[in-house]
Structure formats: C-alpha cells, structure tokens
C-alpha cells in the first residue's frame, strides 16, 4: 500500500522561500513519477512540477525559474524548494505517486503568502 504525505507548508511574506516535503511509504519508490499539484480557492486542481526516478523534471510555466523539485530515492523523500514566493503562489500543495493508471495522493498542505 503506498501512502503520500506532505509537510512543509505555512505562512510566507512575498518574496520568501518555503521547503516543502512528500514523504512516501511503499514499495519501488524510485520507479514512480512524483509530482506536486496545487489548488488555489476557486480554481482547478493544476501542476506545478514532476519528477521521475532518473531526475527528470517538468515544471509548469508559472513556477519555472522559482521552484526547484528534488528527490532523494534512498530517503523515499521528494521536495519542492519554493523560492521569491508571490501572493499567487497561495494555494494547498499535493504530492502525488503516480505509475501508469494508478495515482496516490496526500492531503494536502497550506501555503498562504501575504503581499
């Protein structure tokens, strides 16, 4: 049974940094594709940034140049390095598990960046 779970989230002024972190428990960490999603008030469910079992990363336009995903495959640990944040930025964070069809969330956690 793989599990996701997220930390790291909180309040930031604009132009701060946060670390958040994905914990994953489970079997054959490094061959799943990690992703982190995010879902402002009001609005869709939208990717942020993946990153696969060899390094590789896909970040949305939005974050490209701010965020910086990072996996350690021997601590069954992804982390998004969230840097000159911005009020839009707000939003509950996910990780996700996903391998072919099958996808494996966490709840979720807050960041809220104040102008």
């Known amino acids: 049974q793989v599990q996701v779970m997220e930390s790291g989230g909180g309040l930031v002024q604009a132009g701060g940094s946060l670390r958040l972190s994905c914990a994953f428990s489970?079997?054959?960490?490094?061959?799943?594709?990690m992703g982190w999603y995010r879902q402002a008030p009001g609005k869709q469910r939208e990717l942020v940034a993946t990153?696969?079992?060899?390094?590789?990363?896909v970040y949305a336009d939005s974050v490209k140049g701010r965020f910086t995903a990072s996996r350690d495959n021997a601590k069954n640990t992804v982390y998004l390095q969230m840097n000159s944040l911005k009020p839009e930025d707000t939003a509950v964070y996910y990780c996700?598990?996903?391998?072919?069809?099958?996808?494996?969330w966490g709840q979720g956690t807050q960041v809220t960046v104040s102008s």
């Open positions: 996700a598990a996903q391998r072919g069809s099958l996808s494996y």
């Open positions: 489970g079997s054959f960490f490094s061959i799943y594709i």
């Open positions: 990153i696969t079992g060899a390094n590789n990363k």
